[in-house]
């Protein structure tokens, strides 16, 4: 078997006194699509970070490509969480890409013609080209995080980060980010997807790491996400719907219908104001 | 005419052209991270405490310049220690900046000699810069813009795409509290030109001006410098043919004439 990208062993992550996951363990290989999913404030985004090594873990050791996570982060590709620029910003797409090569570097120095090259072939494959050159605050939610993704991709991460990267696009653009970050995955980069969301990548994802108050269970989505394993994470009655191939997890008591719930709620009433 | 040719013989003339090169560079520099960091309140804040740390030097060595750049520092560490989060930082700069100017009054007060050297740094002397003066604006330049350009690419990327920048491992503290510090610097020597009540019109400007006209962070910086420039030197040449009139005046004039006609130029395409 290949050399893990990501290596948990009984990791613990306590922030501000509050435990966000517990004994943790967990290996992800190279290629391997995880999406992370869980109600907000249940450490999801955490664990991102703790990748990262923005957040150590309080115990347990986390290992990322062999190492202690600060010393992985060149080989990290980061999608953090969807947000507008400013509309005024200083950069157009291409710079913002750009930044991904060339930001990290100290002593001002001219970049070079294989770096635009890298530049120039990133914002190709997320099919950016036509609009790299424009000021990027008049850009549109998807087209910004198209650029994203590619300066996300340019070092051709050995791992790639995604923190909640289709919130608050519209659905044709979550189709089109999900595809992008799948293709680099099929290049051999492992992802891990944080989402609360999981349909619009239901068809890509290999495991799912559920999280819910401490606790967490880690699986295929076909076995992480059904009724009993839900209603055990949960500590209360949950019901795993599906219909028409997308994956609803609902409260089975109305009265404790709770905001996770309710965004998937709403979500299903989305879909169906659409057909 | 020929005032202006004879005046550029002078060593107070060449002085003041020197410096006003020298601040409009650095205030260049800084400018599009003041604005890119919003930054425009800690610029007003440390620049009127170089007048309290005028006084403090003029009471303690004698030496207005010398006490404004320490004074500087101390108020950057204070700036970096109470305004921790983006959020409070205006805040916090406030408060310094009240106490501060206070604490000038006070020192002033006790100073029995010829108080016009830290009155002076209110408005700008930049035809009193003597040699020794010159020479410590040239050393604190130098400082400054080595800095800027060591730091630049991750300055901007902190500074424009703060979460991918920290994700990738920029000392993003480390980097805040350099540029800091690199502020305060360039505000009190710009202070010795265009006075601490007007050195936005070199710090904020030039790079507000640029802004209108170009979004790639290279050509900001360079569009920024030049017209800096060209209010600072453009100002005190100007200011040299018509006697009488303050280089101040004219540079804060110059300034705000390429801002105007930056943001006039552009009004249709915003």
């Known amino acids: ?275 | 005419m020929t005032d202006l040719l004879s005046y550029l013989n002078e060593p107070f003339a060449q002085n003041a052209l020197l410096a006003a090169t020298l601040v409009a560079v650095m205030c260049g520099l800084i400018g599009p991270f003041v604005i890119m960091r919003r930054m425009a309140f800690a610029v007003h804040g440390t620049s009127e405490l170089a007048f309290t740390g005028a006084a403090a030097g003029l009471l303690l060595g004698g030496h207005a310049l010398a006490g404004a750049f320490i004074g500087a520092l101390v108020v950057a560490g204070l700036i970096g220690l109470f305004g921790g989060r983006e959020r409070e930082r205006d805040a916090s700069i406030g408060v310094i900046l009240a106490f501060g100017l206070g604490l000038g009054v006070l020192l002033l007060s006790f100073y029995k000699g010829f108080s016009a050297q830290a009155t002076n740094i209110l408005f700008g002397n930049i035809f009193g810069v003597d040699n020794g003066q010159l020479a410590l604006l040239v050393v604190v330049g130098m400082l400054v813009c080595i800095t800027m350009l060591t730091m630049y690419r991750p300055l901007v990327f902190a500074s424009l795409d703060p979460e991918v920048a920290r994700a990738r491992g920029l000392p993003m503290a480390l980097l805040s509290g350099v540029f800091l510090v690199v502020l305060a610097l360039t505000v009190t020597e710009a202070a010795q030109v265009v006075g601490t009540l007007l050195v936005l019109s070199l710090a904020i400007t030039p790079a507000a001006a640029a802004q209108r006209l170009t979004v790639r962070p290279a050509s900001l910086t360079v569009l920024s410098i030049i017209f800096a420039l060209t209010a600072s030197v453009g100002g005190l040449l100007l200011s040299l043919a018509f006697d009488g009139i303050k280089p101040t005046v004219c540079i804060t004039g110059i300034s705000f004439a390429i801002y105007i006609t930056a943001f006039l130029a552009t009004l249709r395409r915003q």
């Open chain 1, 1 to 275: 078997m290949q050399e893990p990208v990501v290596r948990l062993h009984d990791a613990t992550l306590k922030l501000g006194g509050r435990t966000l996951w517990k004994n943790l363990s967990l290996d992800i290989a190279p290629g391997e699509f995880v999406a992370v999913l869980g109600p907000n404030g249940s450490g999801k985004s955490s664990f991102i970070k703790t990748l990262l090594g923005l957040y150590p873990q309080t115990t347990g050791s986390v290992q990322v490509l062999g190492t202690p996570p600060p010393q992985s982060r060149t080989h990290i590709g980061y999608v953090p969480q969807q947000k507008a620029f400013d509309r005024d910003i200083p950069l157009t797409g291409r710079d913002l890409v750009a930044l991904g090569v060339t930001g990290s570097r100290w002593f001002a120095q001219f970049t070079k013609p294989a770096d635009e090259k890298r530049v120039a072939s990133a914002i190709t494959q997320v099919g950016a080209t036509r609009y790299a050159s424009k000021p990027l605050g008049r850009l549109s939610g998807g087209e910004q995080q198209r650029l994203r993704i590619a300066q996300a991709i340019v070092g051709n991460p050995q791992l790639l980060l995604c923190d909640e990267p289709l919130l608050s696009l519209d659905l044709a653009s979550q189709q089109q980010i999900a595809t992008l970050i799948h293709a680099q995955r099929q290049k051999g980069s492992a992802v891990v997807f944080v989402t609360h969301e999981i349909n619009p990548i239901l068809p890509m994802v290999d495991r799912v790491l559920y999280l819910v108050g401490g606790r967490w269970a880690m699986g295929t989505p076909a076995e992480v996400l059904t009724t009993e394993r839900l209603t055990m994470l949960y500590g209360m009655p949950v019901e795993v719907l599906n219909v028409h191939g997308r994956i609803l997890v609902v409260a089975s008591n109305e009265h404790a219908l709770t905001e996770p719930h309710d965004a998937h709620h709403h979500h299903v009433i989305h879909e169906e104001d659409r057909s």
